[in-house]
């Protein structure tokens, strides 16, 4: 039983193009999270959804437009794909706010953008 | 702004043999959580251990505990009779209790010697 699951696993594009990236989670959670990891293996959120309400948004441009049907799921679409936007996307789930309880990780998604 | 510092970018151990890894952060919030995960070549994020800012016991899991210095800021992992399987990729990460979001620092590679 996979609790925080993304797809596709790789993803490889060319500039320009218009590409998304679905995450679901079955743990019951309130909160979805977007995380990238660059090239460096540096981490940082993105955007952060607590029952389909946008809770977080990084300052991150305007390409990436999360979406948010129910709270088991969140997805992630980018417009207009840029070589600064190889990385891999981690999707992530938690109790929500003011929780100890830890935020559980997909397996992340590797995009490549040729 | 809240900033989480790895200053170990690589640290190798012997089998059976004992490592820590630095961790230190700076926060304005008087309530947070502080946390370590793992990164393996699989690319998964696995939570190790967690601590609660206002709790002064030292959090254990197994052969990992953490050092929690509070008044210096500061969050060590100590990994004790070190395994193959523990050669991973380990972030440190801070999350505020009003936000909910986690910070992260740049990690430190962790490399396991037989």
């Known amino acids: 039983d996979t609790a925080v699951s993304q797809t596709p696993k790789y993803l490889v594009t060319q500039m320009g193009n218009d590409k998304s990236i679905k995450c679901e989670q079955n743990?019951?959670?309130?909160?979805m999270y977007w995380y990238k990891q660059d090239s460096k293996k540096f981490l940082k959120i993105m955007f952060s959804?607590?029952?389909?309400?946008?809770?977080i948004n990084e300052t991150v441009p305007n390409r990436f437009s999360p979406k948010s049907p129910d709270k088991a799921h969140l997805n992630l679409h980018i417009n207009s794909l840029e070589l600064g936007d190889s990385a891999v996307y981690f999707c992530?789930?938690?109790?929500?706010?003011?929780?100890?309880?830890?935020?559980?990780f997909g397996d992340g998604t590797r995009l490549s953008i040729l | 702004a809240q900033t989480v510092t790895q200053s170990q970018p690589e640290m190798s151990v012997q089998e059976a043999e004992t490592v820590t890894l630095s961790c230190t952060y700076d926060?304005?919030?008087?309530?947070?959580?502080l946390f370590w995960y793992k990164q393996p070549p699989s690319r998964q994020m696995i939570l190790v251990i967690r601590q609660e800012a206002y709790k002064q016991q030292n959090a254990t899991e197994n052969r990992f505990s953490v050092n929690f210095q509070k008044a210096a800021k500061s969050f060590s992992l100590k990994i004790s009779d070190s395994q193959l399987g523990d050669a991973a990729m380990y972030f440190c990460?801070?999350?505020?209790?009003?936000?909910?979001?986690?910070?992260f620092g740049t990690g430190t590679r962790l490399q396991v010697f037989p």
């Open positions: 926060t304005s919030e008087s309530d947070y959580y």
């Open positions: 959804y607590n029952n389909k309400e946008l809770i």
């Open positions: 990460a801070n999350s505020p209790y009003n936000t909910d979001k986690l910070i």
């Open positions: 992530a789930s938690s109790r929500g706010p003011h929780s100890n309880q830890p935020q559980h």
């Open positions: 743990l019951g959670h309130d909160t």
